[in-house]
């Protein structure tokens, strides 16, 4: 399945902040030009590398080594192919997108890059522009995410409201992003190290878990999932699935309050649509070994239990069902879905 753009894509909000009056958005797009001028006049010039500041804004602050080294080495052979971005200030330039391959190009020993110029940037069209960028590039850990979102409401007075519009995300998408900036410092770090993934975060987030770092790293060193982190923070025993705990409840109940606990408890699809019916369940299809698979490929990707159901009579046809067992959990699925 194709990877769906944001909201907003990165051309638009360049055009929407178009600063020298002409169209940016066929600047990006044929930036690859060796011409000094594109047809928009935008300049396209060679600057002096040692000019060339970061980005005061930049989202990320973490950098691959192995992969600066690898791109230096394209750059070695091929030389730049795309341009980076800059903003002119005084004398000199900060970069507005292209960090890496301004970090490759120095360790490529080049002496001077090919740079889009803009003139006239504000602080907060340059933070956007650096936010939307690595966002839509997937370029950016959990945390550093959040702290761009951070960063664009102190300094721009931006809401929760203001920044999903912006990035093309949903309000609690943003919310829930900015809870991870609670965490403490060490397991901010875990997740920036990639240790911990960020469903398995958010789930650390709850108020119902008295020491977040403690369960962090029985995270990391037990390699519990999202539904097991969950389980603990309900007091619950995160190795007994569902399924088993209803049936250590009923062995350990009255007989006569059996029918009654089964009849409550027990989910839609292990006691029918209709409860109330006499009618009995249909058998479930036996799944292939292939659907078998991928039934447990969708598992690990939401980070909860998905039952393929195919049709009885034509099993081209089904459903599929994504258990979630709290709002946070419903929420978490949701931010899967539209980081896709």
Same mark, same amino acid.
């Given at each position: ?51 060339? #500041? ?11 080594? #192995? ?12 030389? +730049? @192919? ?40 504000? #602080? ?55 809870? +991870? ?14 240790? +911990? ?11 119902? @878990? ?53 009849? #409550? ?76």
């Amino acid at each position: 399945m194709g990877k769906q753009a944001l909201g907003r894509g990165l051309s638009a909000i360049f055009k929407a902040h178009d600063v020298l009056g002409n169209s940016v958005d066929n600047a990006i797009h044929n930036s690859g030009t060796t011409e000094n001028t594109n047809p928009d006049n935008q300049k396209i010039v060679e600057i002096n590398i040692d000019l060339i #500041d970061p980005n005061p804004f930049q989202p990320r602050k973490f950098f691959d080594d #192995d992969e600066l080294v690898e791109l230096a080495e394209t750059i070695e052979k091929h030389g +730049l @192919i795309q341009p980076i971005a800059v903003r002119k200030v005084g004398d000199r330039y900060q970069i507005i997108s292209g960090e890496r391959r301004t970090r490759a190009s120095k360790l490529a020993n080049c002496r001077t890059i090919k740079a889009q110029v803009y003139d006239n940037l504000d #602080d907060k069209t340059m933070s956007e522009w650096a936010l939307i960028e690595n966002i839509q590039r997937v370029d950016l850990n959990p945390i550093e995410v959040a702290q761009s979102y951070q960063q664009l409401i102190d300094n721009h007075n931006y809401t929760h409201e203001d920044l999903a519009k912006t990035v093309g995300k949903s309000r609690s998408a943003i919310t829930n992003a900015l809870r +991870l900036l609670k965490l403490p410092n060490q397991v901010q770090a875990w997740i920036q190290e990639g240790k +911990l993934a960020g469903g398995a975060a958010r789930a650390l987030c709850s108020e119902k @878990i008295a020491d977040p770092e403690a369960l962090a790293k029985r995270v990391i060193e037990e390699g519990l999932n999202v539904r097991q982190i969950e389980a603990i923070s309900r007091g619950e025993d995160p190795f007994v699935n569902k399924d088993d705990a209803l049936a250590l409840r009923q062995a350990q109940e009255p007989e006569s309050n059996t029918a009654q606990t089964t009849e #409550d408890e027990l989910p839609p699809e292990v006691h029918g649509a209709d409860s109330e019916s006499d009618t009995p369940a249909k058998p479930k299809v036996e799944l292939s070994a292939d659907m078998k698979q991928f039934e447990s490929r969708l598992e690990t990707f939401f980070g909860t239990k998905v039952a393929l159901n195919p049709n009885a009579k034509d099993q081209t046809k089904g459903t599929i069902v994504i258990n979630y067992y709290s709002m946070d959990d419903l929420t978490r699925i949701q931010e899967i879905m539209e980081n896709r």
